[in-house]
């Protein structure tokens, strides 16, 4: 009789569960944290921020700090989710993005990337103020023009990791998470069984 | 409604790990032998949970199943959750590890109040109020989940009201998503395994 009853537990729970896969399956795999992703390109740093389900981030804070912990500047996140800001200061940046509710993520961008920027920006500037007219290419402009192609031309690449930076769970992930725990489930079964057997030969004796 | 990482400050995180300690050594005392699967599973629901999104709303939000876990468990819910919620930090990247404490004491408090709440209507009565009694629990522990956030964020956010506003709004379609499928599961037990929700049915069989 108990051996009966417990047998029909474990079919009607493990019903309830595959139904709950099988809705599951049908729709699609999302998951639920926040991303920002950000790239320089020439003086400015862009940033996306999106939650990954691919909903996009939408008026929210993100702060932007130097490699020593001070706030640089602060923005909101326009309805694209994005936030574009001009380098403010020469150093590693730390960009915090604040989506509220407890939903926080970062992104940090080396020194040497920033770096490189500026000087390509200061380079520009030095152009600017030198005579325009020069029949020749400098070699400073060349490099300017190579760094502003190979930019347009990257866009989409980059675009292409933020998208798989945001890409869900994947189905071996969960189907594992589950093992896990009926692996769990088997080994608490097997403690308290112990318990049991020892508490019944006990009282044998 | 996962917390993430570095969002809250240390004397919060120890508090919510302290209390959710507490809730779990009082489920485990609970957990007895034929409980087990049934914990597992309604803890891989739990863990599956997370992924549905449901796309109405301002924010992004999904299932959390934390009503049925803490009808069907009570106290047991706490262990059952914890579980889930390790298993979404390691593998989803949802949450993370050090706020699992907290996290846990957010999902499975709402259940256990619930089961207080709830579970004798549930089980005791037939019909129309039974099922009432399954619709609001599913709906409140979602909004109670979302109050505890709220409070937790208390620290961080400053302005109380806005952000539990701000969360119970985002997650209004949730709770009535959860009303219903709290229903359906208690409507489905009733009839095919009512020893499950234990009450009178449990009793004369």
Partial sequence: MEKRHNSTIMYLLILFFVSILIIFTSLPVLAHKVIIFAWVEGDTVFTESKFSDGKKAINSQVLVFDKEGTQLLEGKTNNKGEFSFKIPKLTALRILLNAGMGHKAEWKIPESEIKEAGSISEIK?????????????????????????????????????????????????????????????????????????RREVKNEN | MHISEGVLSAPVLITGAALAAVGISVGLKKMDYEKIPQVAVLSSAFFVASL????????????????????????????????????????????????????????????????YLFSRLVNRERGLISL???????????????????????????SFMSVAKLIVVAHLP???????????CVAFLHRVKPELLGGIYGKTT
């Fill in chain 2, 52 to 115: 549905i999104h449901v796309p109405i709303g301002p924010s992004s939000v999904h299932l959390i199943l934390n009503g049925i876990n803490g009808l069907l468990l009570g106290w047991m819910c706490f262990p059952s959750i914890l579980v889930a919620l390790a298993l979404q930090a390691i593998l989803f990247q949802f949450g993370g590890i050090t706020v699992l404490g907290i996290n846990t004491m957010n999902m499975a408090l709402p259940g256990v109040i619930c089961y």
């Fill in chain 2, 174 to 184: 949730i709770m009535i998503i959860e009303g219903i499928i709290t229903l359906f």
């Fill in chain 1, 125 to 197: 500037r030095a152009g600017e103020s030198s005579q325009p007219i020069n029949v020749g290419l400098s070699k400073e402009e060349i490099k300017e023009l190579i760094e502003e192609s190979l930019d347009r031309k990257l866009r989409p690449i980059i675009r292409m990791m933020t998208e798989s930076q945001s890409k869900g769970p994947s189905i071996n992930e969960i189907i594992g998470g589950i093992g896990y725990i009926f692996g769990l489930m088997g080994v608490a079964i097997y403690f308290k069984n112990r318990g049991k057997r």
């Fill in chain 2, 132 to 158: 009432a009694a399954a619709f609001s629990c599913g709906l409140l522990s979602v909004f109670f989940s979302g109050i505890l956030v709220a409070l937790s964020l208390l620290f961080t956010e400053q």
